[in-house]
């Protein structure tokens, strides 16, 4: 095949990349500025899809160029597998680009506005550059662009203190994850004598194999935000505007699955060790993080760490994977695989549509704290059923696609269970469907807690009573479109679910076989069951409920319910995270109370910091910094000191060089 | 020949001394005028028949090293009305010493080097040393810029002593870069002067300490 799907992308990504520019050339807070960054990011990221779906379809394409630096040449790739993953990518940066037409209007934010499409628009084809690399350079230089333009995207608003340390932590944390990676591609040019990411047989027996898996296990799962790496993800995602957060969460995150998953397809075989160690990543982050979820009060850091929660699922999926082609069991192995991947596109979809409504919630509200909303369903009728939708599919239950690829996954668990000799290897993918039962209630939890606490009841304060409106038409689009895409999947999964088997295919390269195709058949049947189920279990409750009337009852004396009498936030929360108190490490301070009732004043409170950032990389650090504020002594600022440290250096030099 | 050189030489590192030892700048100043007058004249006794182009070199070496730059800086010290006093870091007695011990070390150091036969028993090596450490000595322990540039001309002799171990060997290309570097040093320090005493209507260096971070 020609190179054409290449030569479509590379249009669409260079569409993308100056979508921004011509709004550079006009006035800020211009109508024209956002028209024009959103028409031409709309049309390049169709294209994009386009090529996508082309390249799904079809067999891989490469191109070379030639290049001055060391490494002699640009590869491009293109196989189903960078296919699988731009998709992705181009929808949820087209409909965030929509959705920023209203959200983020020029005429609003004449200061920024213009800066962040630039941005937004060089993020977008910077990702699409990392899923196309074919060698380690354009792979990094890919990497760099989206690491630098997220960090002008975190900190669109230039102006608020807390955007700028969100985009410090993030920026000080992405260029860890290069150095890591830098040193990875070097031990795996070392390894396989090539720059090439393409399938190597001497990379299985290379002894650099494993010091290179736990290079990328730590730099790809920096930019994943695997627990403990996952510093950077709630400030930024809480910080950025909306539409950015969903960027980072749905496909920014997924660069680091991405890379994993690339590096994985080099393999020519999978040790049990790496499967095991995958999936106790898996498990880690997705309960952690969905339990540090549930301890949060603003909304956009509750929906971040659960990114954190489904990058734990999605590396459970891989790791069920590896440990099926360790234990040469295709079977599990494609289905994990496949639920693993297509969890990358779920959670693109579903994580966007929350954001997408949350940030709909906060440009009408001003405020991101779940306990100072309330009652908002009333009057946000469409943006209330699209957080509704996707809180449904977040927590992984039918009808919606969360379910489809967890369901997957849990195959893959059950049937590793059902193979009597497998061993560690079978234990490990078979801890997998529990984790993923427990990650999934402990999800309904915080999303009953986030949808009733901001929807339900009545609000809580200035910012829910203020003069609400539903989402614009731009907001409401997009958000429509993501449901409706969850609802496809879900509700189709067969298509969803043929085609992350073929990206999966692309991952196993030959060691793929017919295997397990039973299993995808067999879904198809699944939703609607489902569906039907759900209808019986409807109509049966509302035959059984019975006929209501307005009366007054017996009210506990509590008649006179105002909102103060709600549940909040965190007292929805409190028992769960009581429980799980080790984890989360919660901030009370409780008053100490004299009488009955708290004296003027008393209030108890209670936080959540972030356990690996706020307990323990913070404070080491500071101590670091005042260890080494003892060399300031060094820096004296005379002449003559500088000048000794020269003679001393000198000297120092030349006794070392007599001594040889 | 020979012992005239090495008479001119030890008159140099005596210099040295004396630039350490004394509490007047003018002395310091003087002390780097004579040392730059004794390592002039060396190359006239040190090479055996001295060339036309040497003698010229000489000359404008010892100009520069004796009259021009010591003059300057005597204006400089009339102009600026400061104290005629070094103001050292270190003391004058320890700093005396330690060149003393400084001045034997380079002593064994040159013994130990692999020179050439024919320089292997002169004093060059060790003086020339002993002088550079002479230099950093004062460009390190004293706290007005004018004793710093001194430390900065003795700094210079020593160089200029050191070189004429190479002059055979690459004869103009050392000495015209010796004397631009001294040029350059002194306009450097110069400039430096001026903007302190502008700013900060001192010329001790010790204030420069408000420029750091």
Same mark, same amino acid.
């Given at each position: ?6 030569? &479509? ?11 921004? /520019?011509?709004?550079? #050339? ?106 196309? %690399?074919? *060698? ?26 807390? +955007? ?26 070392? +390894? ?15 002894? &650099? ?12 799962? &920096? ?11 709630? *400030? ?43 999936? %106790? ?13 549930? +301890? ?5 850091? !509750? #929906? ?18 590896? /440990? ?92 590793? &269970? ?86 999966? *295919?692309?991952? !196993? ?103 690996? #950032? *706020? ?46 | ?15 040295? @001394? ?19 007058? @004794? ?93 550079? @450490? ?80």
């Amino acid at each position: 095949m020609t190179p054409t799907t290449l030569e &479509l992308l590379a249009v669409a990504s260079a569409l993308v990349a100056f979508s921004g /520019l011509p709004g550079l #050339l006009l006035p800020a807070g211009s109508r024209a500025v956002q028209r024009v960054a959103t028409w031409c990011h709309v049309l390049g990221c169709a294209l994009g899809v386009s090529a996508a779906a082309l390249a799904l379809a079809g067999s891989p394409a490469t191109a070379r160029f030639a290049w001055p630096l060391p490494s002699g040449a640009l590869t491009f790739a293109l196989d189903r597998l960078s296919a699988f993953f731009l998709v992705p990518v181009f929808v949820v940066s087209g409909l965030g680009s929509v959705y920023g037409e209203g959200y983020w209007a020029e005429a609003h934010h004449p200061k920024n506005g213009r800066k962040l499409r630039c941005f937004y628009g060089l993020a977008t084809a910077g990702l699409a550059l990392v899923m196309v %690399a074919g *060698d380690a350079w354009s792979f990094l230089v890919g990497w760099e662009i989206v690491s630098l333009a997220a960090f002008f995207l975190v900190t669109t608003d230039q102006d608020d203190a807390a +955007a700028l340390r969100a985009g410090w932590i993030y920026l000080v944390s992405a260029h860890a994850g290069t150095l890591i990676l830098f040193a990875m591609f070097a031990l795996l040019r070392d +390894a396989t004598g090539a720059w090439l990411l393409a399938p190597s047989v001497a990379l299985g027996s290379s002894p &650099l194999l494993r010091p290179i898996l736990l290079l990328a296990l730590a730099g790809f799962g &920096l930019k994943a935000g695997v627990i403990p790496l996952h510093i950077w993800i709630p *400030d930024a995602h809480a910080a950025a505007p909306s539409h950015v957060s969903a960027l980072l969460s749905g496909v920014v995150l997924k660069m680091g699955i991405y890379g994993l998953v690339r590096v994985l397809s080099m393999l020519p075989a999978y040790p049990t060790w790496l499967g095991l160690a995958l999936v %106790a990543l898996g498990i880690t982050s997705g309960v952690l993080g969905v339990i540090l979820a549930l +301890a949060q009060h603003d909304l956009k850091r !509750l #929906l971040a760490y659960h990114s954190i929660e489904n990058i734990g699922i999605i590396l459970i999926g891989l790791g069920v994977g590896v /440990l099926g082609m360790a234990q040469h069991r295709l079977d599990w192995a494609v289905l994990g695989f496949a639920g693993g991947l297509l969890h990358v596109w779920n959670h693109a979809a579903f994580k966007s549509l929350l954001f997408y409504s949350a940030g709909a919630v906060i440009h009408e509200t001003g405020t991101r704290e779940i306990d100072a909303l309330g009652g908002l369903f009333r009057r946000m009728r469409f943006t209330g059923a699209a957080f509704l939708v996707g809180a449904v599919a977040i927590c992984g239950l039918p009808p919606l696609n969360g379910f489809v690829s967890e369901w997957l996954i849990s195959l893959a668990s059950f049937r590793a &269970l059902t193979n009597a000799s497998g061993g560690v290897a079978m234990l490990g993918a078979a801890a997998a469907a529990p984790a993923l039962a427990l990650i999934g209630a402990l999800a309904v939890a915080c999303f009953v807690k986030a949808f009733s606490a901001v929807f339900l009841g009545t609000p809580r304060g200035p910012h829910a009573t203020r003069d609400v409106a539903d989402a614009s038409r731009s907001m409401r689009f997009s958000m429509g479109a993501l449901a409706l895409s969850c609802a496809v999947i879900g509700l189709w999964p067969n298509g969803a679910a043929s085609v992350s088997r073929r990206a999966a *295919d692309a991952l !196993l390269g030959t060691n793929a076989g017919p295997a397990a195709s039973a299993d995808l058949r067999a879904l198809g049947g699944m939703p609607l069951f489902l569906l039907a189920l759900i209808a019986v279990a409807g109509v049966a409750g509302m035959a059984l409920m019975r006929p209501t009337a307005l009366t007054t009852t017996w009210d506990c004396g509590y008649g006179s319910g105002g909102p103060r009498i709600q549940y909040t936030a965190s007292s929805f929360a409190q028992m769960l995270v009581r429980l799980f108190r080790w984890a989360v490490l919660p901030d009370e301070h409780r008053p100490r109370l004299k009488g009955p009732f708290p004296a003027a004043g008393q209030r108890f409170e209670s936080h959540a910091p972030d356990p690996a #950032l *706020d307990r323990a990389l913070l404070p080491v650090f500071a101590r670091g910094r005042s260890l080494l504020g003892l060399l300031h002594v060094i820096q004296a600022g005379r002449i003559q000191a500088y000048l000794l440290y020269i003679v001393v250096t000198l000297v120092v030099l030349l006794a070392w060089s007599w001594s040889w | 020949m020979r012992e005239a050189a090495s008479a001119v030489l030890i008159l140099a590192v005596t210099m040295n @001394f004396l630039a350490l030892g004394t509490s007047n700048l003018k002395a310091c100043i003087r002390a780097a005028a004579l040392q730059g007058l @004794f390592v002039s004249a060396f190359p006239l006794l040190f090479t055996p028949a001295p060339s036309l182009r040497l003698l010229g070199l000489v000359i404008v070496a010892g100009t520069v090293k004796a009259f021009v730059i010591p003059g300057m800086l005597y204006r400089a010290l009339r102009e600026v009305h400061i104290k005629h006093e070094v103001e050292p870091y270190l003391g004058l007695v320890p700093s005396v010493l330690l060149l003393a011990v400084g001045t034997g070390a380079t002593t064994l150091f040159a013994s130990r080097l692999p020179l050439l036969p024919a320089h292997r028993d002169l004093l060059v090596v060790p003086v020339a040393l002993s002088t550079l @450490f002479a230099g950093f000595l004062l460009l390190t322990t004293r706290r007005k810029a004018i004793s710093q540039v001194t430390g900065y001309l003795i700094l210079e002799n020593g160089i200029f002593v050191f070189a004429q171990l190479l002059h055979e060997a690459m004869p103009a290309l050392v000495e015209v870069g010796v004397l631009l570097d001294l040029l350059v040093g002194i306009f450097v320090m110069g400039i430096v002067m001026n903007h302190i005493q502008r700013e900060f209507g001192s010329l001790d260096t010790g204030l420069l300490s408000e420029l750091r971070d």
